[in-house]
């Protein structure tokens, strides 16, 4: 195979690794801390650090960022029909929504 051959096929594996997977996603995120205290009936033990943990982000992370990630993952709930992870969603969104609603500084 020529270099340049070679260089055009990593780039395309780059850039699949990039594509999105909502199944994945929605299936790593109902392993989350988050979700499980959610089913277990004790989604009041709950605090930012588990919202976070859901989005992958940190407490430094501006909020618009974190808004971003968030409505990315109810698009993939969306995309799969996922209507209890919406629910879920939902509930979240009403649990944290003066962190989710603030301005970035």
């Known amino acids: 195979m ?3 051959a070679a260089e055009e096929v990593h ?3 780059k ?8 199944e994945q ?3 790593q995120c109902k392993t989350k801390l988050l979700y499980r205290r959610y ?3 004790r989604f009041d033990e709950t605090d ?28 993939d709930a969306n995309a799969l029909s ?9 509930a979240v969104e009403a649990r944290f929504s003066v962190y ?3 301005q970035d500084a």
């Open 2 to 4: 020529e270099s340049g």
């Open 11 to 13: 780039l395309e594996e």
């Open 15 to 22: 850039a699949r690794g990039r594509t999105r997977d909502p």
């Open 25 to 27: 996603i929605i299936t």
């Open 39 to 41: 089913t277990e009936g």
């Open 48 to 75: 930012i650090v588990h919202l976070l943990g859901l989005v992958s982000l940190y407490d430094h992370t501006p909020p618009s960022e974190v808004r971003k990630a968030f409505r990315q993952l109810r698009a």
């Open 82 to 90: 996922e209507d209890g992870f919406l629910k879920f969603l939902d």
């Open 100 to 102: 989710l609603n603030r």
